[in-house]
């Protein structure tokens, strides 16, 4: 995926000024930075939610996101919730990635039942389970315990093999865990 001058502004503001990257195909790589700098409005920007003032993005492939909200239909389980990533996805192949995840014995409560970190790992579910070349991933392992992060990381990482995978973090820790030595500072692209 090849970023080119990417812009973008609210009124007076600046969030995106000629940002450039190139990330690997079929690679993971981190991206940190402050908050407030666009690292979510890039996000945002990449999967056509928003659109850049100017710049260019080529080969992103068709691309699924974890938000920073779990962004859950609350009603439904969490089995229903992981199959809505992808329209063929089995109960079966739900079951296997939730129970993967730690939540076997939580796969069938609505999600409104859930625990923030429960949550958290449903949202990771259903983009394991996308048929996506590209996954975004912004700040997915935040409402998790340390134990259960260490976990769920290396489960997802492991799972997103030969995607080309984006980590938007605060942690550095995180940051090399999932993505090695293919870590981006968010500010070195600005400007």
Known sequence: MILLNLCKSYGERAVLTNFSAHFEKGEISALMGPSGCGKTTLLRILLGIEKADAGEIRALGRPVAVFQEDR??????AIENVRLGRKDAT???AVALLSALG???DAEKPV????????R????ARALIADADTVLLDEPFSALDEDTKAEVLEFTRTALAGKTVLLITHDIDEA??????????FLVHQG
């Open 72 to 77: 859950l239909s609350e009603p439904l389980s």
């Open 91 to 93: 109960r079966e192949e």
């Open 103 to 105: 939540l076997s014995a």
């Open 112 to 119: 409104r039942e859930l625990s923030g970190g429960m949550r």
């Open 121 to 124: 790992r449903v949202a990771i």
């Open 176 to 185: 090399r865990s999932f993505a090695g030595n293919r870590l981006y500072s």
